[in-house]
């Protein structure tokens, strides 16, 4: 059974940097693009970064150049470093690993907090 378990979020100021991390097991890990979104209260989900098998990397605009995906298959893991973090950032983070192509896949995680403010 594929699961993904994200780790790292918590309460940080203004300003402050966390890194999230996205465990997957049950899968062929390097297989997969990863995915990091998020979901604010009220909000829609939103894609925030994402990096392929081949370590071709995205980010939505309101976090370029703040924020880093990486990933080590070697761990079966990936991480997303967050700097630089507003109070917009406030939501719970999930690590969604997906496949377009055959074989096709789409797995979440649970979630983490991650809580921006003074």
């Known amino acids: 059974q594929v699961q993904l378990v994200e780790s790292g979020g918590g309460w940080v100021q203004p300003g402050g940097s966390l890194t999230l991390s996205c465990a997957a097991s049950?899968?062929?890990?390097?297989?997969?693009?990863m995915a990091w979104l998020r979901q604010a209260p009220g909000k829609q989900r939103e894609l925030v970064a994402t990096?392929?098998?081949?370590?071709?990397?995205n980010y939505a605009d309101s976090v370029k150049g703040r924020f880093t995906v990486s990933r080590d298959n070697a761990k079966n893991t990936g991480y997303l470093q967050m700097n630089s973090l507003k109070p917009e950032a406030t939501a719970v983070y999930f690590c969604?690993?997906?496949?377009?192509?055959?074989?096709?896949?789409?797995?979440w995680g649970q979630g983490t907090q991650v809580t921006v403010s003074s």
């Open positions: 969604n690993l997906n496949r377009a192509t055959f074989p096709r896949g789409d797995y």
């Open positions: 990096i392929t098998s081949g370590g071709s990397t």
């Open positions: 049950g899968t062929i890990f390097s297989m997969f693009t």
